[in-house]
């Protein structure tokens, strides 16, 4: 490897490792190396707010990816089916979706969900009275701004090992009389499987450590990015250092699981 790739890669990853290695610190500031010790993942873990902002993005996380991965894996097959023009236009406003910034998506939910609540709550006021439920922000729409800027990523991987599928295997299902629905389920499904099983970790892993979108969406809630953020302001602790360490190992972890089943078992040439 040469001595300026070394240097990019620490440029990388060295602020990433040091957080990793003060996690372990026995002292009671950050940076001050004191000893090695568990002592602040066993705090983390203690602590009430963070295991509840831990289960608070848990849950938005978990839910966030089955609904972008059904949703994507459904807008993926209806493509398919379309013509090639009108393909390349819903591609052209797939990639859009992808680089459009967190902070544009976080500010337009926003206003999205204000515009529609400030519009419907006062219908239902007025037709169900003090019954009527009163729409607000909170874990609902959360999970609803994560699905949507998820479900460009899920269209593009599924999208991707349709493109690479056998059609060959389709003709031959229909040959056998199989119905559209059968050679969906016992041919194309389990194809597609590995692909679908990608999508649901990466949404998992998007969702779970998104802060940007559910700073601006998650009203009264508090995932565990906000409360990270929340406590670097009153100074950065080995406590926090810990919930790094452990966000970036699940992080990491769903992600090698996402690219082994990306590249093992994508469809041999």
Known sequence: MRWYAALIYAFLYLPIALIVIFSFNSGRYAMDWEGFSLSWYATAFANPLAVKALWTSLTIAAVTAVLASILGTLAALGLE??????????????????????????IATLIAFVTVFDAVNPVLANLLGTAAPK?????????????????????????????????????????LYATPFGTFRQVMLPLLMPAILASL?????????DFIIAFFVAGPNVTLPIYIYSSIRRGITPEI???????????????????YLLRERAPRA
Do not use: C, W
């Open 81 to 106: 089916r379309v013509t090639p023009r009108v393909r390349r236009s819903f591609d052209a406003a797939i990639y859009i979706a992808v680089m459009v910034p967190g902070v544009v998506i976080g």
């Open 135 to 175: 729409f607000t922000m909170g874990l609902p729409t959360v999970i609803a701004a994560h699905v949507m800027f998820n479900l460009a990523v899920v269209v593009l991987i599924v999208r991707a090992r349709l493109a690479g599928m056998d059609k060959s295997l389709l003709e031959a299902s229909a040959d």
């Open 201 to 209: 970790l990466l949404s998992f892993t998007f969702s779970f450590e």
């Open 241 to 259: 250092n810990a919930i790094g360490t452990v966000v970036l190992a699940v992080s990491f972890t769903l992600l090698i699981l996402a690219q």
